[in-house]
């Protein structure tokens, strides 16, 4: 069972971070601050809104749209994770 | 009973005896009528475009175009020895129009023909018909906006834009960067009102509260002292985006109520939503004030929420919340930003007024 939640967050997170990276054409490490280090533009954040709903079907509303839940490749996965769960 | 007749948003000229006199191939000279020239830009100010679907040598003929001083005034010319109905789909299909909105203008009665064998829906004129133009009603917009005048010149940069973007290689914040746009926001003024109201009534996607306001509604607010209408234009090396954004705000002293954040789909590729507000919040915190947003959820408006809500508005309660009027109606959210002063962002330059100074 635990097992089976660490696969996938790491599929969770190696999908993300495959998109991520794609876009700012570098490896980016999981916990790394993609706003901070100016990666992550507020136009590239509502991209990656939609596209998690998309790849993951989830639905991201309310406070969930905070900026912090995309903070990072770990942040958007933890999130993945709960939105999923929470079904 | 006959039906209003619809606007036709794009004119396809034929060249030989229609646009000029003579057959450029035959006559090797022709001439354009003083008349001809001022129903193009008669048209081209009442923001219809004009387009042309001709059979002659294409260098040629556009070469003479130049030399009359109109090759500007046409867009996506047609100029070669295809039949005309594909150059006046080619034309519709470019442009994005319906083909009820376009209409050709030819001398020929075939060529006529062909085309309204092809495409029905197209309003087809004999060039005989030319000196009424300006006067039907199908050529005549009921408002001329700011931006219908310059409607042409967005189209040509729109173009060139498209052009620059297929060939760009790399990030697409380097792509906004090469393309240096430039914000202005500034107090509306009476000229841009019909604008103004007309992004309030077309910007459903990216309108926060789907509130429709009067040009007389927004007359009002210009001088109501509370109240700042600010509307945001755009350009980058290609020309002029128009007006694109509407910030309606009311001031209290502890709080600055957005009423209302309408943008063009046009531009919420290059960031303007997100520009905007991280403009407004920074405003804010300069002046030691919260910041409420109006935003009511409608079909198709989620991009809008989103961007409320990645600028860091919440839910959350204040207690700033309780000097505000009522909204302007009942199923209206308020979101709440507790302000902190934020950098424009890279990709564009800014050019705003002051809200400190009123």
Redesign the interface.
């Given at each position: 069972m635990s097992q089976d939640l660490t696969t996938t967050a790491e599929s969770i997170a190696q999908t993300i971070a495959a998109f991520v990276s794609k876009?700012?054409?570098a490896d980016v490490p999981a916990d790394k601050d993609l706003f901070e280090s100016?990666l992550v533009?507020?136009?590239?954040?509502?991209e990656l809104?939609v596209h998690l709903e998309q790849a993951f079907s989830v639905q991201i509303l309310?406070?969930d749209?905070?900026?912090d839940n995309?903070r990072s490749v770990q942040a958007m996965t933890a999130l993945v994770l709960r939105l999923n769960g929470a079904e | 009973m006959a039906e209003q007749p619809s606007i036709v948003k794009c004119l396809v000229w034929d060249l030989d005896n229609t646009l000029w006199q003579g057959t450029l191939l035959e006559d090797g000279e022709v001439k354009l009528p003083d008349s001809v020239r001022e129903l193009i830009t008669e048209l081209d100010s009442r923001g219809i475009l004009q387009s042309v679907a001709s059979k002659n040598d294409h260098d040629q003929a556009w070469q003479q175009l130049e030399a009359l001083g109109v090759a500007e005034y046409l867009i996506l010319p047609r100029i070669g020895w295809g039949p005309k109905s594909d150059s006046v789909r080619e034309i519709a299909d470019e442009l994005n129009f319906a083909l009820d909105t376009i209409a050709f203008v030819d001398d020929q009665p075939s060529e006529r023909a062909e085309v309204e064998f092809h495409l029905p829906q197209v309003r087809c004129y004999d060039a005989e018909r030319l000196p009424e133009f300006a006067a039907l009603p199908e050529f005549s917009p009921a408002t001329v906006t700011v931006d219908s005048r310059r409607r042409r010149q967005m189209y040509q940069a729109g173009f060139l834009r498209k052009a620059a973007e297929a060939e760009f290689q790399g990030p697409s914040d380097d792509f906004l960067r090469s393309l240096e746009l430039e914000m202005r926001i500034g107090r509306a003024t009476e000229d841009e009102l019909s604008r103004v109201e007309e992004l309030t009534l077309r910007t459903s996607q990216m309108n926060a509260t789907g509130v429709h306001y009067s040009i007389s509604d927004l007359r009002g607010l210009l001088v109501d002292p509370r109240h700042e209408v600010l509307v945001t234009t755009l350009t980058d090396r290609f020309g002029p985006h128009g007006a694109v954004g509407l910030q309606l705000l009311e001031r209290h002293a502890a709080v600055w109520n957005l009423k209302l954040l309408a943008t063009s789909c046009r531009v919420v590729s290059f960031g303007a939503g997100s520009a905007l507000l991280g403009w407004l919040g920074d405003q804010a915190a300069h002046a030691g004030v919260h910041l409420v947003a109006d935003f009511r959820r409608t079909e198709r408006n989620r991009m809008m929420e989103i961007a409320y809500r990645l600028a860091g508005f919440t839910d959350e309660p204040c207690d700033c919340r309780a000097g505000l009027t009522a909204p302007a109606q009942e199923d209206i959210q308020r979101l709440h930003l507790l302000p902190t002063p934020c950098d424009p962002p890279p990709t564009m330059k800014l050019h705003t007024v002051s809200l400190q100074s009123a």
């Open positions: 876009r700012v054409g100016g533009s507020s136009l590239f954040a509502m809104v309310g406070d749209l905070k900026r995309f | -």
